[in-house]
Each structure stands twice: as C-alpha cells, then as structure tokens.
Nanobody, 120 residues
Framework: QVQLVESGGGLVQAGGSLRLSCAAS????????MGWFRQAPGKEREFVSL????????SYADSVKGRFTISRDNAKNTMYLQMNSLSPEDTAVYYC?????????????WGQGTQVTVSS
C-alpha cells in the first residue's frame, strides 16, 4: 500500500502562486509515476500533470502548460506542483495519485485532496 497526503492548498488572488506538495509513504518503491488531478464544483475530475518517479518524464494538460511545473524529490518521497499565474478557473480540489507504471491507465492510490481557491 502507498499512502498519499497533499498539502499547500489555500486561497490566493488571481495572478498569484501556490505550491502543492504530495508526500508518499508505505511501499514507495512500487511507484512508477505520480500525477495531479483536480475537480471543480459540478465538474468531472480532470488530469493536470504527471511525472515518472525515475527519469523525470513530465506531461501537462494544455490548460496549465507554461503556468504549472511538476517536480519530485525522491529522497523525500514527495511530489510538488508549482502553480503560477493562477486564475479563478484553477479553483478546484487538487488530488495527487500514484501508479506502478507510466503505461497504466488507472492510478492505484489517491490522496484526500487539498482545496485551491483563486479569487478574482
């Protein structure tokens, strides 16, 4: 089992920045890739970004390219999401997730989520 705990959410004004963290524990050696997802009120959960645990391959949703940066610190078993130039459209609960391999479609583990609210 892998446990994931997000932190770093909060309230920020449009144009501001936040950094989310996702700390992994448990069988972290089984992690092949981790990702960030978000769900806004009344909307379906959507993909934001992912990173492989080894090699550092990254991918971003078009809506966040150039504004968000994903990274990881393997020594700390922690993944980050640096979010810049935030807009009210970025308001959502942000979830981190982990899976054993990049090629797998489904994620095995999910965090509890952290709220990000961007005011106009």
């Amino acid at each position: 089992q892998v446990q994931l705990v997000e932190s770093g959410g909060g309230l920020v004004q449009a144009g501001g920045s936040l950094r989310l963290s996702c700390a992994a524990s448990g069988r972290t050696f089984s992690i092949g890739a981790m990702g960030w997802f978000r769900q806004a009120p009344g909307k379906e959960r959507e993909f934001v970004s992912l990173i492989t645990w080894r090699g550092g391959y990254t991918s971003y949703a078009d809506s966040v390219k150039g504004r968000f940066t994903i990274s990881r610190d393997n020594a700390k078993n922690t993944m980050y999401l640096q979010m810049n130039s935030l807009s009210p459209e970025d308001t959502a609960v942000y979830y981190c997730a982990a899976k054993s391999a990049l090629v797998l479609r489904e994620y095995d583990y999910w965090g509890q989520g952290t709220q990000v609210t961007v005011s106009s």
